[in-house]
């Protein structure tokens, strides 16, 4: 369990707030602190008041991938090969073995045609999926994942969803403009102003943005 | 006024692009999977890339503007009112426009990224340029902003817009489609009965009177 308690930072003001284990997408209008809250909850930044626990410990003390919004700033190497293969080496696994990792998740994500490649070169969508391959491959504890929807085709989402769905990775939290991807989580939280107006499962969540262009495609077609 | 790719090829070691099609007034609305190709057609049609063979003629000597994709590369100033500034235009209407007006002085690289794609999208939208090139311009824009941007594109009366987007969810009315696929540009004409629809929820709705 992730429990947030008297939290303030910056235009952020979270009383209390539990997620649980499983797929949690955080929605909300441009500028409505989802990043703000990512950032805490995967310790990159310390709240200035309030405490966020994770299993017991503080964030960073937990194992955690992270994938930020402007797809450029993930990049630390030049070869993909070398970006997604970092957090093995890193671990000092052996390099048969970070090979054996780097190929096995290159194929189940499609990038296995260009490892070879520089990361500067590619594609938009390509970049955001090294970049999710490159915090995926420890299988991390927490992944916190912002907007990595918003350069992808309905079939990488879909692969992505694959591995999200396997339970490799016990806490999954990300944000999304598409309402259709958020209604598939486990549990959705819906911020507004710095503020959490609505959380619970999709359902609980989504029924309150009925006629609102925050309702899910998906779920008005069919009713 | 026409946009005319004549047998473009672009080659890249084992990848390869190939174009050929006429570009008239109206809404495109370029898809294909990542890595297709897209960001680099829009490049070409915008006359910032040169292709490996082919020509692209432009009929009409119109004006042309280019949105990339990720809206950081355009950032000039540092901050909101010389971002403002840089495109020609009066910081205060434009950070009113989009909800920023409370900022002026915040860098424009500190902005959420759907907030920063906001105004660059405000900003590319004052041009009233004829030829008007979007690479996905419905990333990170959240539900209530991808609609706006929608009813702002309807009301475009002249001159050609190309949409370069994985979106599906929120559209403007097309005019007509087309897709890449195994490096070929697919013209695949006019969807059947819109074209002067705007998708939304899933539902039709008529395109607003301008």
């Known amino acids: 369990m992730i429990e947030i308690t008297g939290l303030r930072h910056r235009t952020l003001t979270i009383n209390h707030l539990t997620i649980t284990p499983g797929r949690t997408f955080l929605i909300g209008p441009n500028g409505s602190g989802k990043t703000t809250l990512l950032r805490l909850i995967s310790g990159i930044d310390e709240p200035e008041s309030g405490t966020i626990i994770i299993d017991g410990n503080v964030p960073r003390m937990v194992e955690t991938g992270w994938v930020n919004e402007y797809p450029d700033r993930n990049i630390l190497f030049s070869q993909v090969y070398d970006e997604i293969a970092a957090a093995p080496r890193f671990a000092h696994l052996s390099c048969p073995d970070t090979e054996t990792q780097v190929l096995d998740l290159s194929f189940r994500i499609g990038l296995k045609h260009i490892l070879r490649r520089n990361v500067r070169d590619l594609s938009g969508g390509e970049k955001v999926l090294v970049a999710i391959a490159a915090a995926i491959i420890s299988r991390p504890a927490l992944l916190v994942l912002d907007e990595y929807d918003s350069h992808l085709d309905p079939e990488s989402c879909h692969q992505i969803d694959t591995i999200l769905r396997s339970g490799e990775m016990r806490y999954i939290i990300g944000c999304t403009q598409h309402m259709d991807i958020a209604a598939t989580g486990d549990h959705v939280i819906a911020l507004e102003r710095g503020r959490v107006a609505y959380t619970g499962s999709p359902s609980e969540v989504f029924r309150h943005y009925e006629n609102t262009a925050f309702y899910p495609n998906s779920w008005r077609i069919t009713q | ?210």
């Open chain 2, 1 to 210: 006024m026409r946009i005319c790719l004549n047998r473009v090829q672009i080659l890249r070691d084992d990848w390869f692009l190939s174009a050929d099609g006429r570009f008239c007034e109206g809404t495109h609305l370029v898809s294909g999977r990542i890595g297709s190709g897209k960001s680099t057609l829009a490049l070409v049609m915008a006359g910032l890339f040169s292709p490996t063979s082919g020509t692209i003629e432009y009929e009409g000597s119109p004006s042309t503007m280019l949105s990339l994709q990720f809206p950081e590369y355009h950032v000039t100033g540092s901050t909101l009112i010389e971002e403002c500034l840089s495109w020609g235009l009066d910081p205060s209407r434009i950070l009113l426009n989009v909800e920023l007006e409370d900022r002026p002085d915040s860098d424009p690289l500190s902005l959420s990224r759907g907030e920063l794609k906001r105004l660059h999208l405000a900003c590319v939208l004052e041009q009233q340029n004829d030829i008007l090139l979007l690479d996905e311009p419905f990333s990170a824009l959240d539900c209530d902003q991808k609609m706006r941007l929608c009813n702002q594109l309807s009301k475009r009366t002249s001159g050609i817009t190309v949409i370069f987007t994985h979106e599906q969810e929120f559209l403007p009315p097309i005019d007509r489609y087309w897709e890449i696929r195994e490096g070929n540009l697919m013209d695949l004409g006019r969807s059947p009965g819109d074209g002067n629809q705007i998708l939304y929820y899933g539902q039709k709705q008529e395109r607003p009177e301008t």
